[in-house]
């Protein structure tokens, strides 16, 4: 029982919650939100890390990138890459920034698989070397005012990547290699950005777009749920 009081202390709670809800047995607002809160900051920092993972081992495991949108992946990238470069150009700690690179690693990998089930292998070879060339040049010399400009349309980014992607299920009536998991994990993870939006802004502008990020990610798990059967079929013939 120590241990466990001492992880939810240390990152969960702090010791008054604790105390509230363990000793007390009552569960106060305060705690609940400040409870909700971690967890929220616990699953946003899952996904950022694993989200693109189930994708890439799916179309490596079906050896296809049927369904899947290249301009929504560049965009995805774009947005991604964004706060790296920012982060870079500001002198930022490592700390702040490093997990992203291995989230990055993994869209750019998944980009090129794209570009090489279609027949592009050399295009996805170009591309990658021309991505990290691009980062390295953006984030050592690219003016102050262009980095803030990135990172002011990394968020708008994002949320064309996700109309793409919900257009091209549309078009093709069917989500072909989109993982379930993936999307799932995004969808979590947007309500969660929503959720921290909301309680540290209130009603603006941000919150806003985050409503609709989310609202997007509830769409395209609508359509991986609805389109499942038409998905199998395509997958059979």
């Given at each position: 029982m120590s241990l466990l009081r001492e992880f939810l202390v240390t990152f969960v709670m702090p010791q008054r919650c604790y105390e509230e809800i363990f000793v007390n047995f009552h569960l106060s607002v305060s705690?609940?939100?400040?409870?909700?809160?971690?967890?929220?900051?616990?699953?946003?920092?899952?996904?950022?890390?694993?989200?693109?993972?189930?994708?890439?081992l799916k179309i490596l495991w079906r050896g296809s990138a049927d369904g899947l949108s290249l301009p929504s992946v560049l965009l995805q990238l774009y947005s991604l890459s964004c706060p790296v470069?920012?982060?870079?150009?500001?002198?930022?700690?490592?700390?702040?920034?490093?997990?992203?690179?291995?989230?990055?690693?993994?869209?750019?990998?998944?980009?090129?698989?794209?570009?090489?089930?279609?027949?592009?292998?050399?295009?996805?070879?170009l591309f990658l070397l021309a991505y990290n060339g691009l980062m390295f040049l953006?984030?050592?010399?690219?003016?102050?005012?262009?980095?803030?400009?990135?990172?002011?349309?990394?968020?708008?980014?994002?949320?064309?990547?996700?109309?793409?992607?919900?257009?091209?299920?549309?078009?093709?009536?069917?989500?072909g290699q989109l993982s379930t998991l993936s999307v799932l994990l995004t969808w979590?993870?947007?309500?969660?950005?929503?959720f921290f939006s909301l309680q540290e802004t209130g009603y603006s502008l941000a919150t806003l777009s985050y409503t609709l990020l989310a609202g997007l990610s509830c769409v395209l798990l609508a359509?991986?749920?609805?389109?499942?059967?038409?998905?199998?079929?395509?997958?059979?013939?």
């Open positions: 705690c609940f939100l400040h409870v909700l809160k971690k967890a929220a900051g616990f699953w946003m920092l899952l996904d950022s890390l694993l989200a693109p993972l189930p994708q890439l470069v920012y982060a870079v150009a500001n002198n930022y700690p490592v700390f702040a920034w490093s997990e992203r690179i291995f989230t990055l690693a993994q869209i750019a990998v998944i980009a090129f698989l794209i570009l090489r089930y279609r027949g592009d292998t050399l295009k996805g070879v953006l984030g050592s010399y690219a003016p102050i005012a262009v980095v803030s400009g990135m990172q002011s349309s990394s968020l708008t980014s994002l949320i064309a990547s996700k109309v793409l992607q919900a257009g091209t299920n549309y078009c093709n009536g069917h989500t979590a993870g947007s309500l969660c950005v929503f359509q991986v749920l609805c389109y499942r059967s038409s998905t199998a079929a395509k997958k059979e013939e």
